[in-house]
């Protein structure tokens, strides 16, 4: 069983930056792939970035912006956004899955529950 817990949401303006982290408890990383998703209200949940293994995937909307990195020996996983735009406004979710990343697609195993991001303008 893996556990995930989000912190680092918040409220901030246009332009500004957010560091997400996610702590795995129970995770101990092989081939884990690990991501995060976003749900803006209204909208269908959306990937915004995952890695396995050191390889990063990121949605053309955030790329350039975001940054997604892990910490293998605190088994945390960071999500750095800077040049934030109102449209970036979601909750955000991490997840992890014990497949390579290729295969898993949005279907992950195991979700936290989530931390709010608000860009106002």
């Known amino acids: 069983q893996v556990q995930l817990v989000e912190s680092g949401g918040g409220s901030v303006q246009a332009g500004g930056s957010l560091r997400l982290s996610c702590a795995a408890f129970?995770?101990?990383?092989?081939?884990?792939?690990m991501g995060w998703f976003r749900q803006a209200p209204g909208k269908e949940r959306e990937g915004v970035a995952s890695?396995?293994?050191?390889?990063?995937s990121y949605a053309d909307s955030v790329k350039g912006r975001f940054t997604i990195s892990q910490d293998n020996a605190k088994n945390t996983l960071y999500l750095q956004m800077n040049s934030l735009k109102p449209e970036d406004t979601a909750m955000y979710y991490c997840?992890?899955?014990?497949?390579?990343?290729?295969?898993?697609?949005?279907?992950?195993?195991?979700w936290g529950q989530g931390t709010q991001v608000t860009v106002s303008s």
């Open positions: 997840a992890a899955d014990w497949r390579r990343c290729v295969v898993v697609g949005h279907d992950y195993k195991w």
């Open positions: 890695i396995d293994n050191g390889s990063t």
């Open positions: 129970g995770y101990y990383y092989s081939t884990y792939c």
